[in-house]
């Protein structure tokens, strides 16, 4: 196993591996990388980064020089941001009627027209170009809900458009089914990334909490028969468990009255293509079909 050992004591390449590290759990992973991080405190006195040869050339002690103390200097305050009305969160089972579709599609416009497209209730507000609310049928008996938008979509406002949205596609064309047929969303609406290295991470729990309310309100709005959540992430938020995604995926649960299958993130396939990883997401996305009722299609040879 590969033991990752960091000796400069930098917090801040800590901080980048461990969320490398999460972005892998993110995915399903079963297990990652043990590291075993090794700090090492810079001697008192010295210049953290600094060469050796100037760390003992600076001087032991310097005699302190008392400095003339200056009034504050006045900050301009920040401007007022226009921030979205409050959502109401309902935290039982949906009871209400099921809307008429027409009816779906408007609320759901307002939806993200009024609340997602101008939301500031996180820090991911600063740093994504567009909101990726989601897309799908309104009627759709079948809701996929991932983890959040990559660069892809995040240029394109859509969600699933990247290679990891192929591979989703393709699962849902496994089951008979179209992308118009089904609804596609994901827990957070704006990109999660860590900015130097330019990697999708997964979304801090402030930053779920944060947009999580506008999940609850879009589903309750199509409310579909059955929700299929992919990868760790939306497993994680809907079921409210910390177990690993091998304990979760592959049994039914349910999240407010509607019935919850998680399985692999189409992300996790492309990068474990093995026939046992396609084989577990096909079994799980038959269960999907038998609860809905309808038809499994044939199959041949491997898995896709």
């Known amino acids: 196993m590969t033991i990752i050992s960091i000796m400069d004591g930098s917090n801040p390449a800590k901080h980048r591996l461990n ?86 599609i408007k609320r759901l416009q307002e939806l993200d027209s009024d609340y997602v497209k101008g939301c500031v209730r ?21 809701c996929f809900v991932g983890e959040g938008p990559g660069k892809d979509e995040d240029a394109s406002g859509r969600p699933f458009v990247g290679r990891a949205g192929q591979k989703l596609n393709d699962m849902i064309g496994a089951m008979g089914l179209r992308r118009e047929d089904v609804y596609i969303c994901n ?23 944060a947009c999580t309310p506008y999940l609850v309100k879009q589903v309750g709005i199509v409310r579909p028969k059955v929700i299929v959540t992919l990868g760790l992430p939306s497993t994680r938020y809907l079921l409210k468990s910390k177990d690993a995604m091998t304990k979760m995926r592959g049994r039914w649960h349910a999240w407010r009255g509607i019935k919850v299958m998680p399985t692999w993130h189409p992300a996790y396939v492309l990068r474990n293509y093995t026939e046992q990883t396609r084989r577990e997401v096909w079994d799980d996305l038959k269960k999907v079909l038998v609860e809905l009722g309808l038809p499994i299609p044939k199959r041949s040879g491997k898995q896709d």
């Open 187 to 209: 827990i957070v609406k704006c990109r999660a990334f860590l900015s130097d290295i330019g990697k999708d991470r997964p979304p801090s729990e402030e930053e779920t909490a």
């Open 19 to 104: 969320l490398w590290l999460k972005s892998e759990q993110a995915l399903g992973l079963p297990s990652v990388p043990r590291v075993d991080f090794a700090e090492a405190a810079p001697p008192a006195g010295s210049v953290a980064g600094a060469p050796a040869a100037l760390q003992s050339a600076a001087p032991k002690s310097a005699a302190r020089v008392a400095q003339p103390t200056l009034p504050p200097v006045p900050r301009a305050p920040e401007p007022a941001v226009s921030a979205p009305p409050s959502l109401i969160v309902l935290e039982t089972t949906y009871d209400e009627p099921v809307l008429a579709r027409d009816e779906k």
């Open 122 to 142: 996180c820090g991911l507000s600063k740093t994504r170009n567009q909101t990726v609310f989601g897309e799908g049928d309104p009627d759709a008996p079948v």
